[in-house]
């Protein structure tokens, strides 16, 4: 079936502009977590959306970033007036929720801030 | 909150050889750890999980072994080859998949 997919793959943008980023999770996962993962870097934990629940937000590192989940499904997330240091990839990954289930991730955008 | 910590951060061995990656966590309700590889530009994928009520689970060349009372799960690879280069990722979780720590990551380079 298909995976999880990311749009958009790149994406170049100028200091101080807003990005949107979207993720696609695999249909009828209610899992749903963002990463990012600088240049040589682990993954960084951004935030989780399980359900209708309330979501996670506690990695995300600043207010400039945002993140919202439509009808339980697709995932945006959302970084305002960007900076040089937000430059990696945002991965997306989706799991069937419940008990800790395997992650699938998405082949993630590569953000450029210059 | 959960940390999860992994040694060694590189890795190279001959290929042929095993190679053995530790990952430390310190939250004993940690209930799931799976462990991910990356290559080079692309996105991780799982390769091998196990959960707390198991010791050690092996597919092919490739084992996990955990042990709660220490706290610490290891992957094992035997027989290397240069496709099992990577950068892998241990991590835990617990609390239903929400509270989900990765490790930094283990660069392995596997000589020819």
């Known amino acids: 079936g298909a995976g999880v997919s990311q749009s958009p793959s790149n994406k170049v943008t100028e200091k101080g502009k807003d990005v949107e980023l979207r993720c696609d999770p695999i249909?009828?996962?209610?899992?749903l977590y963002w990463y990012r993962q600088s240049l040589g870097q682990g993954l960084e934990f951004l935030i989780y959306?399980?359900?209708?629940?309330?979501?996670?937000k506690s990695g995300l590192p600043s207010d400039r970033f945002s993140a919202e989940r439509t009808g339980g499904s697709v995932s945006t997330l959302t970084i305002q007036r960007t900076q040089q240091e937000d430059s990696a990839v945002y991965l997306c990954?989706?799991?069937?929720?419940?008990?800790?289930?395997?992650?699938?991730f998405g082949p993630g955008t590569r953000l450029l801030v210059l | 909150g959960e940390n999860v910590e992994q040694h060694p951060s590189t890795l190279s061995v001959q290929e042929g050889d095993s190679a053995v990656i530790k990952c430390t966590y310190s939250?004993?309700?940690?209930?799931?750890f799976p462990w991910y590889k990356q290559e080079l530009g692309k996105r991780p994928q799982l390769i091998i999980d196990?959960?707390?009520?198991?010791g050690e689970k092996k597919d092919q060349r490739i084992a996990v072994t955990l042990n709660k009372t220490a706290k610490h799960f290891s992957l094992h690879i035997t027989e290397t080859q240069p496709e099992d280069s990577a950068v892998y990722f241990c991590a835990a979780s617990w609390n239903y998949g929400q509270n989900f720590v990765f490790g930094p990551g283990t660069r392995l380079s596997v000589l020819p």
């Open positions: 196990i959960r707390s009520n198991v």
């Open positions: 990954a989706s799991s069937r929720g419940g008990q800790p289930e395997t992650q699938y």
């Open positions: 959306f399980q359900g209708n629940s309330a979501p996670d």
């Open positions: 939250d004993s309700a940690s209930n799931y």
């Open positions: 249909s009828g996962h209610t899992a």
